[in-house]
């Protein structure tokens, strides 16, 4: 889904994407029941310690946001700059988990996204819906809150959302919670495209994205 955007920046930056764990390439896991977000985070530390990378700027937009912000929590990583793009905000109720997955259940009836679900995972990729359903629920009802101390995060943050995102209900207002939590940030709203903002306003994200990166 993101192919052309990695070799976009990738003519600007050195580029490591990555698919979570239990997603696209990634090795499956199974009966996982903590937060996926943070885990994922730590499995993408653990790899960029091992590459010995550890001073970078990172970029992802929905679930990946969330994974974001955790790696650019982490003490073990010097993030310059985090781009956080069409996420949930601040916390994921069991209310909209439900919705959420109420949603995909209709969605998965439209043979376009079932094709699109098996190009981005595989023969399985019923079951990688399944597995990351039960990740948003368990995630709802035992936790809710994404982040513990996100007054913490140091670097510069870029958050994005569409000012009527057809996937999150009131993203906008949801981001902007984020941004009045931290100082550091900068808040852009596209007031046109669909989810994600960065694939359907990509031409005016890309510019966003590089200056944001390279200005001091």
Known sequence: MLKTEIRYYSKHFR??????????????????????????????????????????NIMGTSGGAIVGFHLALDQDINCRALIADSFEGLALPPERAKQKMEQRSRTIKINFFRMFFQYLHGKDWQEVLRSDANNQLHFAEHKTVWFDSLEELNCKVLLTALTNDNMIPRAAEKVKLVHDLLPNSRLHLFDKGKHPAMLSNKKKYRKLVCDFCCKQ
Request: a negative charge; zero cysteines; hydrophobic letters at 45%.
């Open 15 to 56: 580029v490591i994407a990555f698919d979570l764990p239990g997603h696209g390439r990634s090795d499956r896991i199974h009966d996982f029941d903590g937060d996926f977000w943070q885990y994922s985070a730590f499995i993408i530390k653990k790899a960029l310690v091992e590459l010995d990378i550890t001073d970078t």
